[in-house]
T-cell receptor, first 111, second 112 residues
Framework: DAKTTQPPSMDCAEGRAANLPCNHSTISGNEYVYWYRQIHSQGPQYIIHGLKNNETNEMASLIITEDRKSSTLILPHATLRDTAVYYCIVRVAGGSYIPTFGRGTSLIVHP | DGGITQSPKYLFRKEGQNVTLSCEQNLNHDAMYWYRQDPGQGLRLIYYSQIVNDFQKGDIAEGYSVSREKKESFPLTVTSAQKNPTAFYLC???????????FGPGTRLTVL
């Protein structure tokens, strides 16, 4: 499975959009991009995933570039409760792949 | 109320003692996992189980043991052989291996 690269930390003002990048330049055609987040001292929580089309749900939007080598998770109106570590994972759908969670991006939303 | 639970939230043990961390799920998931997280680090896979009575070692299985006698339960024993057991332990489950994972709240183990 493709590896991912994320900035170690970012910050954002409350109410503004938070744009979290992820580079996955070695992604294969059948690999999805998944995003999870982990609020301090809790377990990770699934946010969103996509293959090549942009996706949106009640939590966030996922923008995947046309060449699929990178993606951006967008939190449209960040709140203080969005302060967390965000993990970008690429994986094949189905099969027996066990996700690995690197260090992710620590997002701090400030007032 | 479906979910995955871990107990206790905080656990203290003396060095040299074995300790068992509980993980229970009522989601009817086949697959369950244990991860370890150290401060400022990502999650590292200890053991996982794709089905009852079967489990496989992850990346850092040394010093740990598991059992999967029931579908809903996947306890982790931290043995005295684990050199640095103090960490945050996370249990997860999924419908089957490879599907979206649901995580428990975690157990923070401190060995004194």
């Amino acid at each position: 499975d493709a590896k991912t690269t994320q900035p170690p930390s970012m910050d954002c003002a409350e109410g503004r959009a938070a744009n979290l990048p992820c580079n996955h330049s070695t992604i294969s055609g059948n690999e999805y991009v998944y995003w999870y987040r982990q609020i301090h001292s809790q377990g990770p929580q699934y946010i969103i995933h996509g293959l090549k089309n942009n996706e949106t749900n009640e939590m966030a939007s996922l923008i995947i570039t046309e060449d699929r080598k990178s993606s951006t998770l967008i939190l449209p109106h960040a709140t203080l409760r969005d302060t967390a570590v965000y993990y970008c994972i690429v994986r094949v759908a189905g099969g027996s792949y066990i996700p690995t969670f690197g260090r992710g991006t620590s997002l701090i939303v400030h007032p | 109320d479906g979910g995955i639970t871990q107990s206790p939230k905080y656990l203290f043990r003396k060095e040299g003692q074995n300790v068992t961390l509980s993980c229970e799920q009522n989601l009817n998931h086949d697959a369950m996992y244990w991860y370890r997280q150290d401060p400022g680090q990502g999650l590292r896979l200890i053991y996982y189980s794709q089905i009852v009575n079967d489990f496989q070692k992850g990346d850092i299985a040394e010093g740990y043991s598991v059992s999967r006698e029931k579908k809903e339960s996947f306890p982790l024993t931290v043995t005295s052989a684990q050199k640095n057991p103090t960490a945050f332990y996370l249990c997860a489950s999924s419908i089957s291996a490879g599907d979206e994972q649901f995580f428990g709240p975690g157990t923070r183990l401190t060995v004194l």
